[in-house]
């Protein structure tokens, strides 16, 4: 009998826990401080306007239109969401990052693929790691990883030569290829290690690419374990302990991806020596080695110094961050030039006034036209269209532009409770149209000839726009993906001419983090980008 009256005492134990929660879920939302913000109709008690965001970057627009430029819609259960394109609130955001801080589940997921690295961490643990991350991403060691760009470019560009000359077929699906071409550069530039994706008949044959593809994809899978790890924490211990079909191979790519992990970290250490005191690393450039430098250099008290673990974990996070985002920006790049002829001539015509196939960082920032192509891609095309952040503390969001409330005053601010989650439309503040007027979805790099004086309120860490976001956790390596974009272009543009392989109106974007292109024709295909190449001849 013992064991019915504990079984008894454990439902009811769990029943009354379940009953506390949802009365403090419906209390927390009935007193929110949003309710006083107009928004769009709950749609659904359970998927709120979820359902409705299929298209989202058109409905924020008209959502925008009917009730400002802050406002709030329903998530999943009615749950309120916070929606905001006033410069002076996202600011604050931005600036606040000990409040403002990425939502607990997601970290705790993506924690399995990049342990607690610099896209992970939050508060003073995040502070850390980009004091010491810093230097390893300024001008200088940028100008040094130049070469790495061209050098890969180049590669890609031969390879693309040959393609479209076989068999008389100029299709190539560029998406695919500039996949590798990243992936090869983040191995060089990032940790010194040789993925070879180009050459590669496979490129996942490599087995730390292909111990990561394993992770990514196990991490990206919805499933009843992901949604109860998600929706109820406190059930993860037990969860951990469920058997699942993918634990086995999960296990194995993590055993893969720290082993490789600690043998490029113990190189890295091997190159690093001391001088009259002074840390030298006199023969390596990587990002992973100059980590080590600064992590070791005797300036930095032993308190405040990264961990190897902490070290280790910015290996996938480099993977992450410095591989899909640039392929597919450069790819959305190739695309808008398709579409305009004439800007694709005028870029041309501009590189071809070079002397040189390998220039250098500075000599790629001599060209304006390009860096305005560059600048008009990331604005219109940003790889990444939106982010979340939660509140972990009450505070107070300052608005620039005031917004009527349902009562009809008029509010200069909104409070904003613990707990609160927040949308961060990158995309739709790149392209709203109070700042970038009535043709800012259009594709227009002379529009960076005079910047609207509007536009210096967009509070982003480069280029009047929140492509590499702002603040603190702005993007630690935003020149490392600018740099690597025009070379990509610099190498490419002057060797190819690029037209669609299908119509205009076959492609669509598809979001899944990383925002990329599909073809509504074949869906089923994953993510491509098919364009026409015919080499240029040069007098």
């Known amino acids: ?32 401080p949003l309710h006083a913000l107009s928004g769009p109709p709950n749609k659904s008690l359970i998927y709120g306007n979820v359902k409705e965001l299929s298209d989202a970057e058109e409905l924020y627009e008209k959502w925008t239109e009917k009730y400002g430029t802050t406002f709030k819609f329903k998530a999943f259960l009615g749950v309120n969401r916070l929606y905001t394109t006033d410069p002076k609130a996202l600011s604050h955001i931005f600036m606040n990052s000990m409040i403002y801080q990425k939502p607990e589940p997601a970290r705790y997921h993506l924690s399995f693929l990049l342990g607690n690295g610099i896209l992970i961490a939050e508060g003073e643990k995040h502070r850390q790691q980009r004091r010491i991350m810093n230097p390893a991403f300024g001008p200088a060691q940028t100008r040094e990883l130049t070469e790495i760009f061209i050098e890969k470019s ?53 087995e730390l690419n292909q111990a990561f593809s394993v992770l990514f994809r196990s991490r990206s899978r919805i ?33 893969t991806m720290a082993r490789v992990g600690a043998e490029l970290l113990q190189e890295s250490k091997a190159g690093v020596y001391l001088e009259n005191g002074r840390v030298v690393t006199p023969w390596k450039r990587d990002l992973l080695s100059l980590l080590v430098r600064a992590n070791m250099a005797t300036d930095v008290p032993p308190s405040q110094r990264m961990t190897d673990d902490d070290v280790l974990s910015q290996v996938p996070t480099f993977l992450v961050a410095g591989h899909e985002t640039t392929s597919t920006a450069t790819t959305w790049a190739l695309y808008a030039l398709s579409l305009r002829p004439d800007v694709q001539t005028k870029l041309r015509d501009e590189l071809l006034t070079m002397g040189t196939d390998n220039p250098t960082m500075d000599e790629l920032n001599t060209l304006p036209y390009l860096d305005m192509v560059v600048r008009e891609t990331l604005r219109l095309h940003a790889p990444i269209p939106a982010t979340v952040r939660v509140a972990v503390a009450d505070d107070v969001l300052p608005l620039s ?25 990158i995309l739709a503040m790149n392209t709203v149209t109070s700042i970038w007027g009535k043709d800012a979805k259009e594709f227009k790099p002379e529009r960076w ?87 240029v001849i040069r007098n």
């Not at 079984?7 to 879920?25: E, G, M, N, P, Q």
């Not at 040959?162 to 090869?184: A, C, F, H, P």
């Not at 109860?228 to 302990?241: A, E, F, G, S």
């Open 1 to 32: 009998m013992a064991w019915k009256e504990l079984l008894s005492s454990f439902l009811a134990t769990t029943v009354a826990y379940v009953a506390v929660k949802i009365f403090r879920f419906i209390y927390t939302e009935w007193t929110s």
């Open 223 to 255: 499933t009843l374990r992901t949604i109860l790890d998600t929706m109820v924490p406190w059930l993860r211990p037990i969860i951990k302990r469920i058997p699942d079909e993918v634990d086995a191979e999960h296990k194995i790519a993590t055993e």
């Open 449 to 535: 000839e005079k910047v609207p004086d509007a536009a210096a309120a967009i509070p982003g860490v480069w280029g009047n726009m929140l492509t590499f976001l702002g603040g603190p956790r702005a993007c630690i390596g935003y020149r490392f993906s600018l740099v690597e974009t025009k070379a990509l272009l610099f190498t490419l543009v002057r060797a190819f001419e690029f037209e669609l392989a299908v119509p205009a109106e076959d492609i669509s974007k598809k979001s899944d983090v990383v925002r990329r292109p599909v073809l509504k024709s074949d869906p089923g295909a994953g993510n491509q980008m098919p364009l026409r190449l015919t080499p």
């Open 401 to 425: 532009i005031p917004v009527t409330a349902r009562d009809g005053s008029v509010l200069q601010e909104i409070r904003v409770r613990k707990g609160q989650t927040m949308d961060i439309p």
């Open 154 to 206: 180049i590669e890609l560009r031969d390879i693309w030569l040959t393609e479209s000359q076989k068999d008389g077929n100029s299709r190539i699906d560029v998406l695919s290829w500039l996949s590798r071409m990243t992936l090869d550069v983040i191995g060089l530039a990032g940790f010194n290690y040789k993925f070879d994706a180009l050459a590669a008949s496979d490129p996942e044959k490599n």
